[in-house]
């Protein structure tokens, strides 16, 4: 039986109702957000942000919102392509829908970008997004 998601989590799940179909599934010690199979939300240090891309990232930037920041144990820094939403956008579902929206539309163009053979499966994780190998003999009977 799943573990029940977090209130926190649950209340973010309410905000962004009004998107229709969206679903929080656990990763890394945070949550994805998801709407049809594409994840366009990220939780992580108890934080919320969104997919961001060229066409919206600026909106976020001129408002002086902050990207998602992971730190290696090395102390490389990667700045990932998604971004906190206003903090008033927490107010009300009808705040943080245009904002969601905008997240649901860079996932959706970065979608239509991969390339076929990178398509990812409903649900499934990074580790699954390799091109398969032509050169490669298939397994010995």
């Not at 945070?30 to 891309?53: C, E, P, Q, S, T």
Request: no cysteine; net charge positive; charged share 30%.
């Amino acid at each position: 039986m799943p573990k029940p998601l977090p209130e926190t989590i649950e209340s973010l799940l309410d905000l962004l109702a009004p998107l229709g179909g969206v679903s929080a599934r656990r990763m890394f010690g945070g949550f994805g957000i998801y709407k049809d199979g594409l994840m366009f939300g990220l939780v992580a240090f108890d934080r919320f942000f969104l997919k961001v891309d060229d066409g919206t990232r600026r909106e976020f930037e001129d408002l002086g919102l902050e990207p998602f920041r992971y730190t290696y144990p090395d102390g490389r820094e990667m700045v990932m392509s998604y971004y906190m939403p206003p903090e008033d956008a927490f107010n009300s579902p009808a705040r943080m829908k245009p904002w969601a929206a905008r997240g649901w539309a860079a996932a959706q163009r970065a979608a239509r970008k991969r390339p076929k053979g990178l398509k990812r499966p409903k649900g499934s994780g990074r580790a699954s997004q390799t091109a398969p190998n032509k050169n490669r003999r298939p397994p010995r009977p």
